[in-house]
């Protein structure tokens, strides 16, 4: 079985500063993809970003970027230029290759506030 | 964003009363998931579906109990609502493979 742990459950930092999220997995896979996950007080559930475990460069979308570290098993999420429509719930999630059907495995999250 | 709708939104139901969660998608795709999320817990994964008629259980499976005749349809049913049960419910699609997995909008279940 996996684990996901999030180690941070609340962070606080100023508007157009950058922030990390913390995000270490265990699991005996050597295949599988890592998701973060952004929920705000909306409650939907909106996918950040996705890395593939066998990819070695670092997933970016626009102002959201990882630090996938396969050997260590930890992958952060980065923040640039922090906005006040990021504050929200970020969860960690884990999937086996092939188990797109397992569903996913996710860490308790982390309630990120961005101050103005 | 994904056609994903839940229904009902929001329920409050008694102890011991039976209570059915009904996730409708318009894509087409073949695996379904029902997870609940509590505080503390992050999101936790009760059953999937990745076939019609074809389910299994995921990590908190114990009370609960689903249906999919159709590919659209994924129901949720608590046989018999525990308060242990109150908890936000949210389905989830993925397509085959290496998919992402994309969300509904969650039911709050509040059992007094």
């Known amino acids: 079985a996996q684990t996901v742990t999030q180690s941070q459950p609340e962070m606080s930092v100023q508007e157009a500063e950058t922030v990390t999220l913390s995000c270490t997995y265990d699991?005996?896979?050597?295949?599988?993809?890592l998701f973060w996950y952004k929920q705000p007080p909306s409650r939907q559930m909106i996918l950040v970003i996705r890395?593939?475990?066998?990819?070695?460069q670092n997933a970016t979308e626009n102002r959201f970027s990882v630090n996938f570290q396969k050997a260590a098993k930890s992958f952060s999420l980065k923040i640039s230029d922090s906005q006040l429509g990021d504050t929200a719930m970020y969860f960690c999630?884990?999937?086996?290759?092939?188990?797109?059907?397992?569903?996913?495995?996710f860490g308790k999250g982390t309630h990120l506030i961005i101050q103005p | 964003d994904a056609g994903i709708t839940q229904s009902p939104r929001h329920k409050v139901t008694e102890t011991g009363t039976p209570v059915t969660l009904r996730c409708h998608q318009t894509?087409?795709?073949?695996?379904m998931y029902w997870y609940r999320q509590d505080p503390g817990h992050g999101l936790r994964l009760i059953h999937y579906?990745?076939?019609?008629?074809?389910?299994d259980k995921g990590e908190v499976s114990d009370g609960y109990s689903v249906s999919r005749s159709k590919t659209e349809d994924f129901l949720l049913t608590l046989e018999s609502a525990t308060s242990s049960q109150t908890s936000v419910y949210f389905c989830?699609?993925?397509?085959?493979?290496?998919?992402?997995?994309?969300f509904g909008p969650g039911t709050r279940l509040t059992v007094l």
């Open positions: 579906s990745y076939g019609v008629k074809d389910t």
């Open positions: 989830a699609i993925s397509a085959p493979g290496p998919s992402d997995q994309f």
């Open positions: 890395q593939e475990a066998y990819k070695q």
């Open positions: 999630a884990f999937m086996k290759q092939g188990g797109g059907a397992d569903g996913l495995t």
């Open positions: 699991t005996s896979e050597n295949n599988y993809y």
């Open positions: 894509e087409n795709h073949r695996y």
